[in-house]
């Protein structure tokens, strides 16, 4: 079976997303690196005690996809 996986994000629907896109327009989608970038990059202004599980799974799966096997949460 093939996994479907969404080409682009759109910050809006992910809460820690959406204030780690606090200077762009966060109902624009952005591609899945760009997330990845964003999550990367700003890690320490994400609090993972309040992602929502679709949140937290979306960040594993795009740190799957491109952080090489690294996992930026537990």
């Known amino acids: 079976m ?12 992910f809460p820690q997303l959406r204030l780690l896109a606090w200077n762009r327009d ?3 989608p952005i ?3 760009e997330a990845f970038e964003l999550y990367d990059r700003n890690w ?5 005690d309040r992602l929502t599980p679709q949140e937290a799974a ?3 799966d ?5 952080g090489h096997g690294y996992r930026m949460f537990v």
Do not use: Y
Request: no cysteine.
């Open 2 to 13: 093939v996994e479907h996986r969404a080409t682009t994000i759109v910050p809006n629907d």
């Open 26 to 28: 966060a109902s624009r």
């Open 31 to 33: 591609d899945r690196q």
């Open 44 to 48: 320490r202004h994400v609090d993972a």
């Open 58 to 60: 979306l960040i594993d």
């Open 62 to 66: 795009l740190a799957k996809e491109f």
